[in-house]
C-alpha cells in the first residue's frame, strides 16, 4: 500500500501557469502507473493526464492536451503535474492516484490508491 499526498493547488490568474506534486510514502511508487484526476463540485472524478511507471508513456485528456504536461521522479518518489495556459474551467480540487496495472488507465475506478486532493483556483 502506498500513501500520496498533493500540494502546490492555489490561486492563480487565467493564462497563469501551476505545479502540482504528489510524493509518495516509499519506492512501491516505482512499481505504478499514475495518474492525476479533477473534481468539479456534484459531479464524479474526471481523468486528466497519465503515466507509465517506467514513465516511458503519456496520456492526456483532450481537454488539457498541449496545456499540462506529467512527470515522474523516481528518486524522490514523486509525480508533477505542470499546468500552464491556465483557463477558468480548469478550477478544481485535483487528485493524484495510484494504478498497479499493466498500463495507466483513464478510469478512476481502475487506480486503487489515492490523495487528499488539493485546490486549483483560477480566476479572471
Known amino acids: 500500500q ?3 499526498v498533493e ?3 492555489g ?7 501551476l505545479r502540482l506534486s504528489c ?3 516509499d519506492h512501491t511508487f516505482n512499481n505504478y502507473n499514475m495518474g492525476w484526476f479533477r473534481r468539479f463540485p456534484g ?3 474526471e481523468f486528466v493526464a497519465a503515466i507509465g511507471w517506467t514513465g516511458g508513456r503519456t496520456y492526456y485528456a483532450d481537454s488539457v492536451k498541449g496545456r499540462f504536461t506529467i512527470s515522474r521522479d523516481k528518486y524522490r518518489n514523486t509525480v508533477w503535474l505542470q499546468m500552464t495556459s ?3 474551467e480548469d478550477t478544481a480540487v485535483y487528485y493524484c492516484a495510484a494504478d498497479v496495472a499493466v498500463s495507466a488507465g483513464t478510469r478512476w475506478t481502475e487506480y486503487d490508491y489515492w ?3 488539493t485546490q486549483v483556483t483560477v480566476s479572471s
Open 2 to 4: 502506498v500513501h500520496l
Open 7 to 9: 500540494s502546490g493547488g
Open 11 to 17: 490561486l492563480v490568474q487565467a493564462g497563469g501557469s
Open 23 to 25: 510524493v509518495a510514502s
Open 43 to 45: 459531479k464524479e472524478r
Open 86 to 88: 491556465l483557463k477558468l
Open 115 to 117: 490523495g487528499q486532493g
